[in-house]
């Protein structure tokens, strides 16, 4: 949703997007589907336009293309990390099961054996 206007010698688009975004969990993994809403603020300059800046987008006779802005806010707008949910279990770092599915029953308070050593050391 959202509007164009002429601002003179550009088009103003100012839009809200919402979309549905296939993602992965960085926990455990899972595709998923995540609802997405990213703000678009653009400037769309006529192709003919002298001084265009580099990374600005142009429209040409009476076409906008928004398809670009659109994909980049909704692209700026992803998390780092998508969980599936907050409070995703992840993988056991051990077997590598599922934990969202049930507990696997492995030890995990084993220390990595390279950090293994600073522990020792932060005990002393
Ligand atoms: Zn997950
Ligand atoms: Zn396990």
């Not at 003179?8 to 455990?28: H, I, K, P, S």
């Amino acid at each position: 949703k959202g509007t164009i206007s002429n601002a003179g010698d550009v088009l103003l688009l100012e839009a809200m997007v919402e979309a549905m975004v296939n993602r992965t969990c960085g926990r455990c993994l899972k595709a998923f589907t995540g609802k997405s809403t990213a703000e678009v603020l653009e400037k769309f300059y006529p192709a003919s336009a002298e001084n265009i800046e580099n990374d600005a987008f142009i429209y040409e006779s009476d076409i906008v293309d928004l398809t670009e802005p659109i994909r980049e806010s909704l692209l700026l707008a992803e998390p780092l990390q998508a969980l599936c949910r907050i409070d995703c279990q992840g993988l056991c770092p051990v077997c590598g099961a599922d934990r969202n599915k049930g507990d696997c029953g492995c030890d995990t308070t084993t220390v990595d054996p390279r950090l293994a050593a600073l522990k020792q050391f932060i005990k002393n």
